[in-house]
Structures are given as C-alpha cells and as structure tokens.
C-alpha cells in the first residue's frame, strides 16, 4: 500500500499550480476583452478561496481614467461586493506584472497572494524594474508568484504591440 502521507505532499503542490494557470487563463479571457476596446490587453481576476470574486480588464483610455488598470477595477470590484476595503486572504491574477500603482494599491488592499503571468522589465514593481512588494518597511507583503502561463501572457502583448506598430 502507498503511503497516504507521502502521495499527498507530491499532489498538493501540482494541483495548486493547476489552478493557478487555469485563473491565469481567466485573465487572459478578460486581456482580449480589453483589446476589443483597443485597450492594451491585460487582464486580471481576484479570488478568495477558490471562488472568483472580480474581474478586471485594463481600461484607461475608453474610460479616461489613468487609474484604470485591470488590477485597479478587479480591486474595486471585489471590495464593493465584499462590502470590505480589505481583501485579505485573496489571490490577485494579472497577466502582466503590476506597475507601481498597482503595487500600491495590492498592499492598501492587504491582497494575500500575487500571481502575475508576463514579467515587465520596464515598469514591473513586483521585482523587475522596481521592489516595492517585498520592502522592509511594508507591513503587509503578499506573497508572489511570477511567470504563470508567462509566454502566452507575453506574446498577447508582443503581438498587440506590433500590429500597432502596422497600422
Ligand atoms: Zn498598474
């Protein structure tokens, strides 16, 4: 007979892992959402147990507000249907890894876990351009996960990109 213990420790991990990307997919869904309304695409679901919560999709420009970054309305979405400022214990998914702002904003909202797709080199403040998730002086720091589905969350911006390089 195997031993109960030991098949549970291998499974645990592959199968948060699963839904991880499966989130991550959801995201992506919500990125495209986005490039219909000639938004760059990025896409992001907020979670709590398990269960989504928000959606969000990045919409500045159709909605002129800068702040409108698909962290920031998925943020929004889920504390006014929680009825709480705060996310605690949340899972934030966004398919390209948060600019400044949205550090900020995942910190105010006490979200427990960031998990990011594409990393950004120019602007990410998850750890590529900028720190500011894991500072010393934060009292509150989620923990990160980068690089869920990372190609497909890059090329979808790779590609919107270039065809606007086109036209
Ligand atoms: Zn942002």
Redesign the pocket.
């Known amino acids: 007979m195997p031993d109960q213990r030991q098949v549970r420790h291998h499974f645990m991990p592959k199968l948060s892992h699963l839904s991880d990307e499966s989130w991550m997919r959801r995201a992506l869904g919500l990125a495209e959402r986005a490039e219909h309304l000639g938004e760059v695409p990025i896409g992001a679901v907020l979670v709590v147990n398990n269960e989504l919560v928000a959606e969000g999709w990045n919409q500045p420009l159709s909605t002129n507000d800068p702040t409108a970054?698909a962290?920031i309305v998925a943020l929004r979405a889920a504390a006014a249907r929680l009825n709480n400022y705060r996310l605690t214990g949340s899972t934030l998914y966004v398919t390209l890894e948060?600019?400044v702002?949205?550090a900020g904003a995942i910190v105010q909202a006490r979200v427990g876990r960031l998990v990011y797709g594409a990393p950004d080199p120019q602007r990410g403040a998850a750890g590529s351009a900028f720190d500011l998730l894991t500072a010393a002086a934060l009292n509150h720091r989620p923990e990160i996960v980068g690089g869920v589905c990372a190609s497909l969350c890059g090329e979808r911006l790779r590609e919107f990109f270039q065809q606007k390089r086109k036209a």
Do not use: S
């Open positions: 970054h962290e948060p600019c702002m949205c």
